[in-house]
């Protein structure tokens, strides 16, 4: 291999059957850990933060130390599954899936990849509108005439997001991370220590939501399970570039954990800590900027939620990008990404619209409930449970080999996905599940049981056979 065919398998992107070789593999523990923090510690977490605030300080925290680690064990193991296989999350969705069929889940995870995009943009937008209103006197958000003032961030945001997806791909991810983890840590200390040294812990504690606005436990539970459960179907394009699995592992775990949990809280309190000292509770005003605007932080604060946000943004559109890839391989990157950037600003647009951004992100919560539970769900089931780890990355995009079942599709896979989805909606119109656990969680256990039944009756009847039987020859 010449110089310059070593150095282009170091920076270039790998496609989905391809296995990344060591020295390519250039994410190293803190630098994945980072990512992970980065990834959470962002606007939408402390958003996420901010509505469970609407079960109190105790219910907050009890739906946290609750849902995180469900969603983490399976973050571990998908993972463990990038760095093993080599391939992207939906290039192992092509297993339980088919090859063709791994193209549902692909569409389908685009819109909350979006869907995150679009979130942060609007809460980064708000912050704009703030330091626009402090600089030039232009309405902020909630003031009457604040369109232009929304439309101006919106637009901002997302040119700052393109950008830096179009410079260097996961490697610019990287380097983002490093940054704005930093930063937002930072500035999440300094709230946190005003808000416990400020207020009165015991009343931030006892406080308790008006009942027309309180929540659920299960809800709160789906709310935590389907922002977390995102991560799953996107991790593998990280891990793939690791060299050990426990990097792979412990390092997107333990910066994920962290951030979410503390990041969660954090929205909570200080949502809470405004209504102790306003005497009002408006769910509709706990995003993130009008938060900390509340509570007295300037422009600084606003600015490091705006950097913040872009870095998040990145991940999102970068694995968006990955995923719009195992639909169309021969598409263009730079083309995809164009068109994704302005998906992304349409659907920012949306709570202009809807008059409700907090209407909007809960029905955009509900969507990833029924999407990614039941894919992660399969995926895991298949590859640790019922193959035992058995895949192999040269037949990802092999017609007629063992992963094209009937033209493309995996019929047991496929079945379960669309079960997973269905039941969700269903379990979460039964009071005894939405008062304990909630809908994803059960919804998971459900999807697991009838794909596992699935792929067995698959099995025997011969549908899904061992990819051995295709190795004649390609060994």
Sequence with gaps: MSKNQQEEAVVREYAVDECPPPEARHYGFWDLFLTFIGGNANASTWYVGGCIASLGFMGALG???????????CMGALGYMGYKIGTTSMGLARVPLGIRGSKVPSVALLFPYLGWCACNTYIAAISISYILNAVTGMPAYGMEGDTITMLIGIFLQSAMTIGAVIIGGSRSVKIFERVSGILLVALTIIITFVVFTTFNVADIISWKPPAEVSMPLGLGIDNILAFSLAWVTCLAEFTRYTRKPSTAVASPVLGATFSMVWFTLVGTVSTIAVAVSTGMFDPNASDPSTVVTQLGFGWIALVVLILTT??????????????????APKARGKVVTGVLSAL?????????????????????????????????????VDYFIMRRGEYDIRFLSKRNGP????????WCGMLALIFGAVIYFVFGRIGWMMDTLGAVAYSMIATAVVY?????????SGYIRSVDTFRTGND
């Design 344 to 380: 992304m600003v349409l659907i920012s647009l949306i709570p202009m619209v809807t008059g409700s951004f907090l209407d909007a992100f809960q029905v955009f919560l509900g969507y990833l409930g029924a999407v990614f539970p039941p894919i992660g769900t399969i995926i895991i």
């Design 63 to 73: 739906v946290s130390l609750i849902a995180n680690p469900i969603a983490y064990l």
């Design 310 to 327: 872009v870095t998040t943004n990145v991940i999102n559109l970068f694995v968006g990008v990955q995923a719009f890839e195992n639909i």
């Design 452 to 460: 596992a039944l699935l792929c067995t009756i698959g099995k025997r």
């Design 403 to 410: 992963y094209w079942y009937s033209n493309g599709i995996n």
